[in-house]
């Protein structure tokens, strides 16, 4: 006897079982008793299309079982949308088993299903997500989710209220190599497609904030990354900056960043003979020295600047 067999509440459902090909099916799955029933009531209120309350309680009790059921996931998105139910109730349930299963996408999608019903952006959904990046600070499902929420509710850099910068800043206090917090910072400056390009004072401004990580540390790879894709989205050019990463590993001086070194090869590769014989023996430092595990990518380098091709 089962939960739903015995209870009054769904007697007048007939489950449907799941079919895995007749009695001597190749492969079936060892599914628990409970959730096997659960899924056979489920099959036959969607076979009958019925969108209730009880329906409501019995995609939660699956969902507790098996989190990544995209189908359970979307039908109990339709049976709220049928129900009118409150978008604030269901977060906080959703809150609870977000913070139980942390790396799973159909939480994530069901999350944003749900916040797309709001006007506005309910002002306990950032500190949740604050929660759940101080429990891994690199969960894609949870960065991605909020850049879906800078995009839908405009809290782009520019925007007034905004609190992604200083956001970003302080989880890069934590750690500066935190190349999730970096990309989401790209992403809030650069990424508003209503305003593809940006003054010139912002991207000086994040020039100098690239700049004073790297001082931080010199081999962290994600400030300079930063600082290439800010120097060429404003038109800057990398040579703006030559001075600086010779700072870092200039010739006749110590190697402190095989990160500047490859930024050198770079500019110096567009340069005149001499400064392209510079390029060649930046590479080659890189390929020998500095960063052997990728010699191969480092030699490719070196051909494409003899080809006249860096």
Do not use: C
């Amino acid at each position: 006897m089962g939960q739903y067999e015995d209870s009054a509440a769904w007697a007048d459902i007939i489950p449907i079982p799941q079919d895995d090909g007749g009695p001597n099916a190749l492969a079936t799955i060892a599914y628990t008793a409970e959730y096997s029933e659960a899924m056979s009531y489920l099959r036959a209120v969607m076979a009958e299309d019925e969108k209730s309350e009880r329906v409501l309680g019995l995609t939660e009790h699956i969902i507790s079982m098996n989190p990544a059921h995209y189908t359970v996931w979307l039908y109990r998105a339709d049976v709220l949308r049928a129900l009118d139910y409150d978008p604030g109730k269901e977060l906080e349930w959703l809150n609870e088993i977000s913070l139980k299963h942390l790396k799973n996408y159909q939480i994530w999608h069901h999350r944003q299903t749900i916040m797309s019903q709001f006007s506005t952006l309910p002002p306990h959904e950032l500190p949740f997500l604050t929660r759940m990046l101080a429990k891994d600070a690199k969960n894609y499902h949870v960065w991605s989710y909020r850049q879906w929420l800078v995009a839908h509710f405009s809290l782009w850099a520019t925007a007034p209220a905004s609190t992604e910068l200083a956001f970003v800043e302080d989880l890069l206090l934590v750690d500066l190599r935190n190349n999730s917090a970096w990309n989401h910072r790209w992403f809030v400056v650069f990424g508003n497609p209503a305003h593809p390009s940006v003054p010139l004072e912002t991207s000086q401004r994040e020039i100098e904030f690239a700049k004073g990580k790297i001082r931080q540390a010199p081999q962290n790879q994600s400030p300079w990354n930063y600082l290439k894709g800010v120097l060429r989205k404003s038109g800057l050019g990398m040579g703006a900056l030559a001075g600086f990463a010779e700072e870092f590993a200039g010739e006749g001086r110590e190697v402190r960043s095989s990160h500047a070194l490859d930024f050198l090869a770079e500019v110096w590769g567009q340069g005149g003979e001499e400064e392209k014989r510079k390029a060649e023996r930046a590479l080659g430092l890189l390929a020998d020295t500095y960063d052997p595990i990728r010699k191969n990518y480092w030699d490719y380098r070196k051909r494409l600047l003899a080809a006249g091709q860096a």
